[in-house]
């Protein structure tokens, strides 16, 4: 049995981030956990077997959410990326190759449609 993906979810509010974790691990996910970009940024460099990084855009910090998206899609080319937000809405041409875009408050089955979206 293969193992099972793992899944950065990083988001800088704590109900959110918990929230988006319970949801990912139930679609059958592992899940690795960043309140920041900087922090993601550690964790993938020390985890190279992340499949997908799923953001938040808004964050504090020197490194934003979009921002860190294209920076892991530069240095690990095959991670499937997921971006959300509450605040702004992105045009395709504005994410990452390949990466989805998920408008806050997303629901249990569109982030689980992401998810499989971004692993074929």
């Known amino acids: 049995m293969p193992p099972l993906p ?4 990083v988001e800088d509010e704590p ?17 690795k956990e960043a309140a920041n970009a900087t922090r993601a940024l550690r964790i993938l ?7 997908i990084l799923f953001t938040d855009i808004d964050m504090p910090g020197p490194i934003d959410g979009l921002a860190l998206a294209f920076e892991a899609q530069a240095r690990w080319p095959m991670i499937g990326i ?7 809405q992105l045009a395709r041409r504005e994410l990452p ?24």
């Open 97 to 120: 190759a390949g990466a989805i875009f998920l408008e806050k408050p997303y629901l249990k089955r569109a982030l689980t449609e992401a998810l499989a979206n971004v692993l074929s």
């Open 6 to 9: 793992i899944v950065l979810v």
């Open 45 to 51: 460099v020390e985890n190279p077997p992340i499949a």
């Open 15 to 31: 109900i959110i981030l918990l929230a988006a974790c319970e949801m990912v691990e139930s679609a059958g996910f592992i899940t």
């Open 82 to 88: 997921i971006i959300t937000s509450g605040r702004r």
